[in-house]
T-cell receptor
């Protein structure tokens, strides 16, 4: 079974430039997450999708960040314009969440995109 | 407030030594989940274990073992007879079951270096 795929793996841009990251979750997974991981820190959730719907975007800086998940499968995270402080690893994860399930579903992570803003 | 603290930033051991990674969490919920993830240099977070708040039994999986103690809000991870391949960053994380939100709160991670 293929894991979570992310591209690109690395991206270097100058500040004020736009950038986009792509994520393909594990087939059949209805829930998709974008996390940001700053150097030396644990990941922090930016946005969570259930199918096509963004159900938790409270941590997403909406002035410059946007995300979409067309058809409830692939997702794109965009930053426009990028700032120096956006340098981080952006991780995508997916899980299969069943309704009315007490169990907490395991999240499978992709390798991440390392963004460097100069 | 929900918080995960991994006080050990870096640990260095020699191969075959045992090592324990500490994790302390804070939550007001009575139902929650605790996780350990491994992040090798490749960057991908690898799931190691999930434990719910109602199950305080310790668990052993090969060289890995976990000690969950609600009384001290700790969920420590021990690697027995460490190997060089165990070198990675290890994250402890806390999740809540309310609405099955799926949000994980991670600690800052502990970098483990196992020297040959």
């Amino acid at each position: 079974e293929a894991g979570v795929v992310q591209s690109p793996r690395y991206k270097i841009i100058e500040k004020k430039q736009p950038v986009a990251f792509w994520c393909n979750p594990i087939s059949g997974h209805n829930t998709l997450y974008w996390y940001r991981q700053n150097l030396g820190q644990g990941p922090e959730l930016l946005i969570r999708y259930e199918n096509e719907e963004a159900v938790d975007d409270s941590q997403l800086p909406k002035d410059r960040f946007s995300a979409e998940r067309l058809k409830g499968v692939d997702s794109t995270l965009k930053i426009q314009p990028a700032e120096l402080g956006d340098s981080a690893v952006y991780l995508c994860a997916s899980s299969l969440v069943r309704e009315r399930s007490f169990s907490y579903n395991e999240q499978f992570f992709g390798p991440g995109t390392r963004l460097t803003v100069l | 407030a929900q918080k995960v603290t991994q006080a050990q930033t870096e640990i260095s051991v020699v191969e075959k030594e045992d090592v324990t990674l500490d994790c302390v969490y804070e939550t007001r919920d009575t139902t929650y989940y605790l996780f350990w993830y491994k992040q090798p240099p490749s960057g991908e977070l690898v799931f190691l274990i999930r434990r719910n708040s109602f199950d305080e039994q310790n668990e052993i999986s090969g060289r890995y073992s976990w000690n969950f103690q609600k009384s001290t809000s700790s969920f420590n991870f021990t690697i027995t007879a460490s190997q060089v391949v165990d070198s990675a960053v290890y994250f402890c994380a806390l999740g809540h079951s309310s609405s099955n939100t799926g949000k994980l709160i991670f600690g800052q991670g502990t970098t483990l270096q196992v020297k040959p």
